[in-house]
């Protein structure tokens, strides 16, 4: 079984800012796609004009990998750096989605257990109190 017990986590990420000193108003989102360790990057990414970005929501890292080669191949402008890296994701994608994966599930695991507890909480301070006094 393949597990993270260590070192980077493998996650995906995005976020938003105006990075273009050519037309300041302009707003990009940069999706990431963060590697593990061994891998030839920390990290994959690409931006977008902000309302052009792709919906990462629940997708593997291959096929956001997939959907940042795409826009590379659309800017015309891939480093030999992010062609390796690319190359890279495509040859352990299995890898790289199974240990996004764990990741994910652990994650989910600590919100459920955190709800558990808050609904523990919440009903013995204001459901399961005796009304009279």
Not at 71 to 90: D, H, M
């Amino acid at each position: 079984m393949t597990k993270q017990t260590s070192g980077r986590i493998v996650h995906i990420d995005n976020y938003s800012g105006k990075f273009n000193l050519f037309n300041p108003d302009q707003v990009y989102v940069v999706v990431r796609v963060w590697l593990p360790d061994g891998a030839p990057g920390e990290m994959l990414s690409a931006e977008w004009k902000d309302g052009k970005e792709p919906n990462i929501d629940n997708l593997p890292p291959s096929e956001v990998v997939s959907l940042i080669a795409k826009q590379f191949a659309r800017e015309g402008n891939t480093s030999f750096k992010a062609l390796n890296v690319i190359g890279w994701c495509r040859l352990h994608c299995a890898m790289i989605d199974k240990l996004w994966a764990q990741n994910e599930v652990e994650r989910a695991k600590k919100r459920i257990a955190d709800a558990q507890k808050l609904i523990v909480e919440l009903t013995d301070s204001y459901i399961d109190i005796d009304e009279s006094t």
